[in-house]
């Protein structure tokens, strides 16, 4: 049987996110709450967490984590980043044992910086650099896969429940102002560490649920700049488009969004002619990344998070608001069980962006 | 003697036959009984449809040679027949290549089930606009950070179904009034081919598109202004690599005057454009005309699916042209030399999906539109092009069928009686042009609304999603080079 990588699966799933605009850093705990009500949303195949300002210590260099399958895989790895970054901390990450999570790969943790030598030889910025070089170890070294490759953020994630997987990783020791999670449902697939949610590169991670039906014109797409879908996944193609159109081509995250869930032409057509013509100049010019078919993400990124459906709303999404703290999920049952009073509660529209960023800084 | 006509005791010697038959093989002895000269006769179908008592028959003429594993019947004709004339043999429509696969028959469509759901066209959205023209390679801002529309000029399709270019001379200036207008009709474009366009079409200018062929037949300032778009074309996938001969008879009245080319005399295309020798005179012919139409107009460039179309096409793309369109090996034509229909050229699935793959490693897709066009028969061989990489389709043989056209392939002897692929004014004026338009635009939207049924089903509502989305196919009865090329799974797996 073919695994994951080598076949694209399917997967419905559960999505949550809570976001502290003040900054306020809170532990793993009401995230792993917060999912673990949508149990039934997954079904033990997958299950993970990204969490923002959570290594303040280290927040300059970028923090990767990687699973290897064998020691040959993290010495090459190693190998490979210690000729093009200094390499400020490496560490096992420590997890609990826990029955109900095995196969564990070896998972480590890099606090790393280019080395600025090469990086001035590379005429990239150091974003371009890190993300080229990870995108290298996975593409081309057997059994190394980066998890995750931002600055003072991670991505925590295995096979299994996602409750299971918070109590594995021992997510309640880390405090961050922004937290996502997922469980996955995947339909025929003996689950993969690497495929499991959030997927991400540098900054910026996607929990997803959904079957995106313009998967591979969109794959094809985004190949053609530089990124490789190893996965098979929507959420890295989602990732990798969401990157394509902030990072190289400058738009912001709200016209991303009307990129990948446009509004309808006949949407477009009774809108005031400045308007019309930005949102007509957003489809014609970046028609390959309309997505089409159910979704509903999470976006995390430095300083915000994003959530948006698929323009039909074909997947639920709800969110929420109390002081400060904004909550996104599948489910409403998911955010009342952690803010059983919120000030303001909504489904958000298909295709309506939902951005959430830190007081006083401007949205990505 | 390939037909033989035959008519039952129903007959009613109304002679209507008589009348419809252009090509002399029904004929009325003393102005009363029937005479069939069965050589003579195309199968056109034409006096079968009108006959008010259904009473006659075409069948293949049962009268064989000796069968022979090697020669056929058709191949010992030819022979005798060139024997005879020491001619080239002349064909046209599409290429008849038997044992050239057809590639949209062994490709089969996915559709939505449980893991996502399907969309119904007749509750949701479905939209079929597609936008064909160059792509900047990045976004620009102004001062103030506002986003700067810098797109080139681009047609505007409501269905991705276009009318292929058929000029006028190889068929009537009636087909001419019916595909302007019916395009009009239907927000799409039709395309005058290499004869020019006629004046009383001028109004139609926004959706005609303009040819500029090697023999430059009616191309003047006003002309390339009077369109939406200027195609220069290199081929056609009927005879790559060869021009064209429209013969003096052919010449008369207002094709004369449209072609810009003296009556009575032939107007003979080049077999290539005597200004482009190379890939770097094309771009100068794709600057001049942007400078000629104020650089307000996407220039298209047709080329015929040939072997290495694949670099061709990104040679093209390179050249400053915003679109390019490509033709298939099955792609019709007025008149073309049989041996260069039957066997140059390459299908059009795989050239698409050649040159699609070849444009996106080259990491230039997104910078230029494709049309595909070739041998399309329905709205599923459109949608498979479009998955394999296409922007939208090009319809001509389809198109004439909707006018009448049986395909009976005898368009190079200019009788076509029905008054489609001909100047005779006793023929051309069997079609009615509003009748004809509406019948073309009844075909596209029937074929628009089996495409939405089709992407409706596959869970995808915007027709750029579909563009390229190879694993909407399936392959069946291909072997793994063949799938290889069409980027696409066998069934199943």
Same mark, same amino acid.
């Given at each position: 049987?073919?695994?994951?990588?080598?076949?694209?699966?399917?997967?419905?799933?559960?999505?949550?996110?809570?976001?502290?605009?003040?900054?306020?850093?809170?532990?793993?705990?009401?995230?792993?709450?917060?999912?673990?009500?949508?149990?039934?949303?997954?079904?033990?195949?997958?299950?993970?967490?990204?969490?923002?300002?959570?290594?303040?210590?280290?927040?300059?260099?970028?923090?990767?984590?990687?699973?290897?399958?064998?020691?040959?895989?993290?010495?090459?790895?190693?190998?490979?980043?210690?000729?093009?970054?200094?390499?400020?901390?490496?560490?096992?990450?420590?997890?609990?044992?826990?029955?109900?999570?095995?196969?564990?790969?070896?998972?480590?943790?890099?606090?790393?910086?280019?080395?600025?030598?090469?990086?001035?030889?590379?005429?990239?910025?150091?974003?371009?650099?890190?993300?080229?070089?990870?995108?290298?170890?996975?593409?081309?070294?057997?059994?190394?896969?980066?998890?995750?490759?931002?600055?003072?953020?991670?991505?925590?994630?295995?096979?299994?429940?996602?409750?299971?997987?918070?109590?594995?990783?021992?997510?309640?020791?880390?405090?961050?102002?922004?937290?996502?999670?997922?469980?996955?449902?995947?339909?025929?697939?003996?689950?993969?560490?690497?495929?499991?949610?959030?997927?991400?590169?540098?900054?910026?991670?996607?929990?997803?649920?959904?079957?995106?039906?313009?998967?591979?014109?969109?794959?094809?797409?985004?190949?053609?700049?530089?990124?490789?879908?190893?996965?098979?996944?929507?959420?890295?193609?989602?990732?990798?488009?969401?990157?394509?159109?902030?990072?190289?081509?400058?738009?912001?995250?709200?016209?991303?969004?009307?990129?990948?869930?446009?509004?309808?032409?006949?949407?477009?057509?009774?809108?005031?002619?400045?308007?019309?013509?930005?949102?007509?100049?957003?489809?014609?010019?970046?028609?390959?990344?309309?997505?089409?078919?159910?979704?509903?993400?999470?976006?995390?990124?430095?300083?915000?998070?994003?959530?948006?459906?698929?323009?039909?709303?074909?997947?639920?999404?709800?969110?929420?608001?109390?002081?400060?703290?904004?909550?996104?999920?599948?489910?409403?049952?998911?955010?009342?069980?952690?803010?059983?009073?919120?000030?303001?509660?909504?489904?958000?529209?298909?295709?309506?962006?939902?951005?959430?960023?830190?007081?006083?800084?401007?949205?990505? | 003697?390939?037909?033989?006509?035959?008519?039952?005791?129903?007959?009613?010697?109304?002679?209507?036959?008589?009348?419809?038959? #252009?090509? *002399? /093989? @029904?004929?009325?002895?003393?102005? =009363? +009984? %029937? !005479?069939?000269?069965?050589? &003579?006769?195309?199968?056109?179908?034409?006096?079968?449809?009108?006959?008010?008592?259904?009473?006659?028959?075409?069948?293949?003429?049962?009268?064989?040679?000796?069968?022979?594993?090697?020669?056929?019947?058709?191949?010992?004709?030819?022979?005798?027949?060139?024997?005879?004339?020491?001619?080239?043999?002349?064909?046209?429509?599409?290429?008849?290549?038997?044992?050239?696969?057809?590639?949209?028959?062994?490709?089969?469509?996915?559709?939505?089930?449980?893991?996502?759901?399907?969309?119904?066209?007749?509750?949701?959205?479905?939209?079929?606009?597609?936008?064909?023209?160059?792509?900047?390679?990045?976004?620009?801002?102004?001062?103030?950070?506002?986003?700067?529309?810098?797109?080139?000029?681009?047609?505007?399709?409501?269905?991705?179904?276009?009318?292929?270019?058929? #000029?006028? *001379? /190889? @068929?009537?200036?009636?087909?001419? =009034? +019916? %595909? !302007?207008?019916?395009?009009? &009709?239907?927000?799409?474009?039709?395309?005058?081919?290499?004869?020019?366009?006629?004046?009383?079409?001028?109004?139609?200018?926004?959706?005609?598109?303009?040819?500029?062929?090697?023999?430059?037949?009616?191309?003047?300032?006003?002309?390339?202004?009077?369109?939406?778009?200027?195609?220069?074309?290199?081929?056609?996938?009927?005879?790559?690599?060869?021009?064209?001969?429209?013969?003096?008879?052919?010449?008369?009245?207002?094709?004369?005057?449209?072609?810009?080319?003296?009556?009575?005399?032939?107007?003979?295309?080049?077999?290539?454009?005597?200004?482009?020798?190379?890939?770097?005179?094309?771009?100068?012919?794709?600057?001049?005309?942007?400078?000629?139409?104020?650089?307000?107009?996407?220039?298209?460039?047709?080329?015929?699916?040939?072997?290495?179309?694949?670099?061709?096409?990104?040679? @093209?793309?390179?050249?400053?042209?915003?679109?390019?369109?490509?033709?298939?090996?099955?792609?019709?034509?007025?008149?073309?030399?049989?041996?260069?229909?039957?066997?140059?050229?390459?299908?059009?699935?795989?050239?698409?999906?050649?040159?699609?793959?070849?444009?996106?490693?080259?990491?230039?897709?997104?910078?230029?539109?494709?049309?595909?066009?070739?041998?399309?028969?329905?709205?599923?061989?459109?949608?498979?092009?479009?998955?394999?990489?296409?922007?939208?389709?090009?319809?001509?043989?389809?198109?004439?069928?909707?006018?009448?056209?049986?395909?009976?392939?005898?368009?190079?002897?200019?009788?076509?009686?029905?008054?489609?692929?001909?100047?005779?004014?006793?023929?051309?004026?069997?079609?009615?042009?509003?009748?004809?338009?509406?019948?073309?635009?009844?075909?596209?939207?029937?074929?628009?609304?089996?495409?939405?049924?089709?992407?409706?089903?596959?869970?995808?509502?915007?027709?750029?999603?579909?563009?390229?989305?190879?694993?909407?196919?399936?392959?069946?009865?291909?072997?793994?080079?063949?799938?290889?090329?069409?980027?696409?799974?066998?069934?199943?797996?």
């Amino acid at each position: 049987m073919r695994k994951e990588g080598e076949v694209r699966i399917s997967s419905g799933c559960a999505i949550s996110g809570i976001f502290c605009r003040d900054g306020k850093r809170i532990t793993g705990e009401a995230i792993k709450k917060s999912i673990a009500v949508m149990h039934n949303r997954s079904n033990g195949l997958g299950g993970g967490f990204a969490a923002y300002g959570i290594y303040p210590q280290y927040k300059d260099y970028f923090a990767l984590h990687i699973f290897y399958d064998s020691q040959t895989s993290r010495e090459e790895s190693e190998r490979f980043l210690a000729k093009r970054f200094d390499i400020i901390n490496l560490s096992k990450i420590p997890v609990r044992q826990t029955p109900m999570i095995s196969d564990a790969p070896l998972i480590w943790r890099y606090f790393i910086t280019p080395l600025p030598h090469l990086l001035q030889d590379s005429q990239l910025d150091e974003d371009e650099y890190t993300s080229r070089a990870t995108i290298m170890i996975n593409d081309s070294i057997d059994g190394a896969y980066v998890v995750s490759c931002g600055k003072d953020m991670g991505v925590f994630k295995a096979v299994g429940y996602p409750e299971d997987v918070a109590d594995f990783y021992r997510i309640e020791e880390y405090e961050g102002y922004s937290w996502t999670a997922h469980g996955r449902y995947p339909t025929n697939t003996p689950g993969w560490w690497a495929g499991s949610h959030p997927f991400s590169l540098l900054d910026l991670t996607v929990v997803h649920n959904g079957e995106i039906s313009s998967y591979d014109a969109n794959r094809r797409a985004v190949e053609m700049y530089g990124y490789s879908c190893n996965l098979l996944t929507d959420t890295e193609v989602i990732t990798y488009i969401l990157d394509y159109l902030t990072r190289k081509q400058g738009l912001t995250l709200k016209e991303s969004s009307e990129v990948i869930a446009a509004p309808f032409w006949t949407t477009i057509a009774i809108k005031d002619e400045e308007e019309r013509i930005r949102l007509s100049y957003l489809r014609k010019m970046f028609s390959s990344f309309l997505i089409t078919g159910p979704f509903s993400i999470l976006v995390g990124f430095r300083g915000g998070m994003m959530a948006l459906n698929d323009r039909l709303k074909l997947r639920s999404l709800v969110a929420a608001e109390k002081g400060n703290v904004v909550y996104f999920s599948s489910e409403e049952a998911a955010i009342r069980v952690i803010e059983d009073n919120p000030d303001r509660i909504w489904a958000p529209r298909g295709g309506e962006a939902v951005i959430a960023t830190l007081n006083g800084e401007a949205g990505l | 003697m390939r037909y033989r006509i035959r008519k039952d005791d129903s007959c009613i010697s109304c002679l209507r036959c008589v009348r419809e038959c #252009s090509f *002399g /093989a @029904i004929t009325a002895e003393s102005g =009363k +009984a %029937l !005479a069939f000269h069965h050589d &003579k006769c195309t199968d056109c179908q034409r006096c079968v449809s009108f006959c008010p008592a259904g009473a006659i028959y075409i069948t293949e003429d049962e009268n064989r040679f000796r069968k022979n594993a090697v020669f056929s019947d058709d191949e010992i004709k030819e022979i005798l027949l060139q024997a005879e004339t020491g001619g080239v043999l002349l064909s046209s429509m599409g290429a008849s290549g038997k044992n050239v696969p057809i590639y949209f028959d062994k490709m089969l469509l996915n559709a939505s089930q449980v893991t996502n759901p399907s969309i119904d066209p007749l509750r949701e959205p479905m939209e079929t606009a597609v936008f064909l023209g160059r792509r900047p390679e990045k976004a620009e801002r102004d001062i103030s950070g506002r986003i700067i529309d810098n797109l080139p000029p681009h047609l505007e399709l409501r269905t991705p179904v276009m009318f292929s270019a058929m #000029s006028y *001379g /190889a @068929i009537s200036l009636n087909v001419h =009034k +019916a %595909l !302007a207008a019916a395009a009009e &009709k239907l927000g799409t474009y039709w395309n005058t081919g290499e004869g020019g366009l006629h004046e009383s079409l001028y109004p139609y200018k926004k959706n005609t598109i303009v040819q500029v062929a090697s023999g430059r037949f009616g191309v003047h300032e006003t002309y390339l202004n009077t369109a939406a778009a200027i195609e220069i074309k290199i081929g056609q996938g009927a005879k790559p690599g060869i021009g064209g001969h429209l013969t003096g008879r052919k010449i008369i009245g207002d094709v004369s005057k449209t072609r810009m080319v003296p009556e009575g005399l032939d107007a003979i295309s080049p077999a290539p454009h005597h200004d482009i020798y190379s890939i770097e005179d094309l771009a100068q012919l794709v600057m001049s005309i942007k400078e000629v139409t104020g650089h307000r107009k996407p220039v298209i460039v047709k080329v015929a699916a040939v072997h290495n179309i694949a670099p061709i096409a990104s040679g @093209i793309a390179r050249s400053g042209a915003d679109i390019i369109s490509i033709d298939g090996y099955r792609g019709g034509t007025g008149a073309a030399p049989k041996r260069i229909r039957d066997n140059v050229g390459i299908p059009i699935e795989l050239a698409i999906a050649s040159v699609d793959q070849r444009l996106r490693e080259e990491r230039i897709r997104d910078r230029v539109s494709v049309i595909a066009s070739g041998g399309i028969r329905n709205s599923s061989d459109a949608v498979k092009a479009i998955a394999l990489g296409a922007d939208a389709v090009s319809i001509g043989t389809a198109a004439l069928c909707a006018l009448g056209c049986h395909i009976c392939a005898s368009c190079h002897t200019g009788r076509c009686a029905w008054g489609l692929a001909t100047q005779d004014p006793e023929l051309t004026k069997r079609l009615d042009t509003e009748k004809g338009a509406e019948r073309l635009v009844n075909l596209v939207n029937a074929w628009t609304r089996e495409i939405k049924e089709i992407m409706g089903g596959m869970g995808i509502n915007s027709i750029e999603a579909l563009r390229g989305n190879r694993m909407a196919l399936c392959g069946i009865d291909l072997n793994a080079k063949e799938l290889e090329i069409l980027g696409i799974r066998y069934a199943g797996e």
